[in-house]
């Protein structure tokens, strides 16, 4: 059982920074995709952004330009590196792996969540 430990969240000021960390105990991260989702109460989860095994990305159109995802294989981390934050972008924030050990198998991990708040 892969266990994912998030870092990084906490309150800032509308155009402020934020680096979001998670930590992986597999120790195949380095073939598994890796995802950042947000949720907001009430709502379901949604995808954020994310990092194929050979480091392509993807991310939702509201974040382009503001927000960074990136690993360390060696090190096992996932990063979101979220600037020119806005009100709108608080929620928590879930990491996730993805695992397909078999072509007829697919495993998914989540992290804690870690909470962001952007005040105005």
């Known amino acids: 059982q892969v266990q994912l430990e998030e870092s990084g969240g906490g309150l800032v000021q509308a155009g402020g920074s934020l680096r979001l960390s998670c930590v992986a105990s597999g120790v195949r991260f380095s073939i598994n995709d890796m995802n950042w989702y947000r949720q907001a109460p009430g709502k379901e989860r949604e995808l954020v952004a994310s990092?194929?095994?050979?480091?392509?990305?993807n991310y939702v159109s509201a974040v382009k330009g503001r927000f960074t995802i990136s690993r360390d294989n060696p090190k096992r981390t996932v990063y979101l590196q979220m600037d020119s934050l806005k009100p709108e972008n608080t929620d928590v924030y879930y990491c996730n792996e993805v695992a397909v050990p078999t072509v007829e198998e697919r495993l998914e991990f989540w992290g804690q969540g870690n909470l962001v708040t952007v005040s105005s």
């Open positions: 990092i194929s095994s050979g480091g392509i990305t």
